[in-house]
């Protein structure tokens, strides 16, 4: 964001919106996270679960995304989106539509080792940190969760010929290649 001078924002704002936009009937169905109050309740699932569930999230978000995206094209306004709720099959779709023709750009980011990732969690130190306090229960579930949805994420790139980034804990060489396929 710094180096490309181009503002962020985070997919977590647009699952808020459009959770509160759905009725409430269809909340849980389209929201499976929704009921969870605690990061230590995450321990409690299984990763097939949980991976499913974000791709159910994903889903639901996608006319919020594909809106956002239009919209910053029609106002030739760059935005970097990021996060978890991005798949790469739709990615490949809004990257074929031609009217996004050349506007949109992407890098999966993905993680390959659960101690790498169990470690850099840890150094999280941002002010939005939802592990915060959790217990180190809740950080091993949770970094396997995203090893395993970093899996589904690679094979999904591959499959639609998307670029991505395996983090292995060298930040700056690896930062530096995401800048390097986001300026292509």
């Given amino acids: 964001m710094k180096e490309l001078s181009i503002p962020w924002l985070s997919t977590d704002v647009l699952r808020t919106i459009t959770y509160a936009l759905t009725p409430p009937q269809e909340q849980a169905t389209k929201f499976p996270y929704g009921g969870f109050t ?30 956002l995206i239009r919209h910053q094209i029609d106002v030739r306004d760059s935005q970097i989106l990021e996060g978890v709720h991005l798949l790469p099959q739709q990615v490949r779709s809004l990257v074929d539509d031609p009217a996004c023709e050349g506007h949109v750009r992407a890098v999966f980011i993905v993680g390959h ?26 950080y091993e579930s949770v970094a396997a969760f995203v090893i395993a949805y970093g899996k589904f994420i690679r094979e999904e790139c591959e499959r639609y010929r998307l670029p991505y980034i395996v983090r292995k804990g060298e930040f700056r060489q690896e930062n530096e290649e995401i800048l390097s396929v986001l300026m292509r």
């Fill in 38 to 67: 605690s990061a230590d309740q995450l321990t409690e699932m299984q990763i097939a679960q949980m991976v499913e569930w974000q791709v159910t999230e994903t889903n639901s978000l996608q006319t919020c995304i594909r809106s």
């Fill in 113 to 138: 080792d659960e101690s790498t990732q169990l470690e850099a969690m840890r150094k999280n130190t941002s002010h939005f940190d939802w592990l915060n306090g959790a217990s180190d229960e809740t």
